[in-house]
């Protein structure tokens, strides 16, 4: 009847961007990232066949609007798989800031599709479960798989679901990410909604496969920093198209352009420093193990708070012990 699972969020490697389907949420292209930890998200799910109506809540607040229609559409995707139609109770918490850009909404789904799953008792496997969290966000799906996923395009459940990347050990247990604060509101669901409104967005189409083949190459031969630069030059190509779509998005902050050029100067130096964006403000620099400190440094010098984050797992789902209510 309840159940707690907890996911990690995601980065964009090669990111998606626009929605060829805004309710199934399928994607234009095929999308790659890497999940982030510790940062997580825990959400417990308990199903109250007896309750009035269901009841959703993140980090102790209440959630209506466009935030339940989301939380929902996961929630029936499960109900209708299971076979029943209890309503539920819904409590989730993050562990990192959200709506800054380090993709809470990706830890947010693949944590309440799975254990809203595990509550009542459907027994899939992960790549399923993507297509379940997919509905809430797309970026949820890679959440679910863990470490380096790709979300695969299609226009049914078949085909559009993630699939985990083999990585070598040594780049997962190597790479790191400096994630720099910069707390700017953002709206990613705008953004996509219009992104095929922009006209970037076709000759980002046309030159995105490449990168999606360049990165899986990279990861499958555990080229950290040939990785790492793809995602940089990916960031700029997203940044392109939101920037010069009908509402003209920008969500640089000065000081995220203050942490590009900070991360260029370390490349000059000799460190492996390559930064990566998001919808939002905030940046992931991406580098090795032996760069953190360096890295770390040269970001708090921008006036910008840092978290450094590794390489995290796929949701799961936990003991019983750790439920939030």
Known sequence: MKATARAHPIQGLVKYHGMRDAEA???????????????????TVARR?????????????????RGAERVRAVLDEVRERAGRDDTV??????????NVGFGSSSSGFAALAVAAA?????????????????????????????AYSDLRAGVNDADCRSVRLDAPSALESDHRVVAALVPAYKETERAHEEAAESHMFDARLAHVHDQLVDARDAVHAG???????????DSLSLAATTMTGPSAWVYWQPETIAVFNAVRELREDGVPAYFSVDTGASVYVNTTADHVEAVEAAVADCGVETRTWSVGGPARV?????ALF
Request: hydrophobic letters at 30%; proline letters at 5%.
């Open 118 to 146: 595990a509550a009542f008792d459907l027994e899939v496997s992960h790549p399923e479960l993507s297509t379940i969290a997919r509905r809430g966000s797309s970026s949820a799906a890679r959440a679910v798989t863990g």
């Open 223 to 233: 080229d950290a920093e040939r990785l790492f630069e793809i995602a940089e030059r």
């Open 49 to 65: 066949p007896d309750a009035d109506g269901d009841e959703y809540a993140i980090d102790g607040e209440t959630v209506t609007g």
């Open 89 to 98: 109770r819904v409590e989730s918490e993050n562990s990192f800031p959200t």
């Open 25 to 43: 949420r399928y994607p234009y292209h095929d999308s790659i990232s890497v999940c982030t930890a510790p940062s997580n998200t825990t959400t």
């Open 318 to 322: 936990l003991d019983s012990s750790e």
